[in-house]
Nanobody, 116 residues
Framework: QVQLVESGGGLVQPGGSLRLSCAAS????????WAWYRQAPGKERELVAL???????RYADSVKGRFTISRDNAKDTVYLQMNSLKSDDTAVYYC??????????WGQGTQVTVSS
């Protein structure tokens, strides 16, 4: 069964950058939509960005102009480049994949902390 493996989280100062990665543990699956969500303490999980197989990209208003989502279909991987990070970006970030004939699967989450 395919799983999603995330990496790239950590501690960064305000204004800094991080790049998150999320890869499918097994190849050969067709992924329709990749997405990144985040959940801050005491808040609901929210959509950060998504990219479809057709190349459509959507961002939450709070990250537009700062975050960039991209996908590498050959590697079954999605990335989230996060620039100009703010303390409000502190959260656990989860990747999510809509896998054709398998449904929605989630990564385990990776902590991003923005603090001086």
């Amino acid at each position: 069964q395919v799983q999603l493996v995330e990496s790239g989280g950590g501690l960064v100062q305000p204004g800094g950058s991080l790049r998150l990665s999320c890869a499918a543990s097994r190849s050969g699956y067709r992924i329709n939509v990749w997405a990144w969500y985040r959940q801050a303490p005491g808040k609901e999980r929210e959509l950060v960005a998504l990219v479809t197989s057709g190349g459509t990209i959507r961002y939450a208003d709070s990250v537009k102009g700062r975050f960039t989502i991209s996908r590498d279909n050959a590697k079954d991987t999605v990335y989230l480049q996060m620039n100009s990070l703010k303390s409000d970006d502190t959260a656990v970030y989860y990747c999510n994949a809509d896998v054709i004939l398998r449904g929605i699967i989630w990564g385990q989450g990776t902590q991003v902390t923005v603090s001086s």
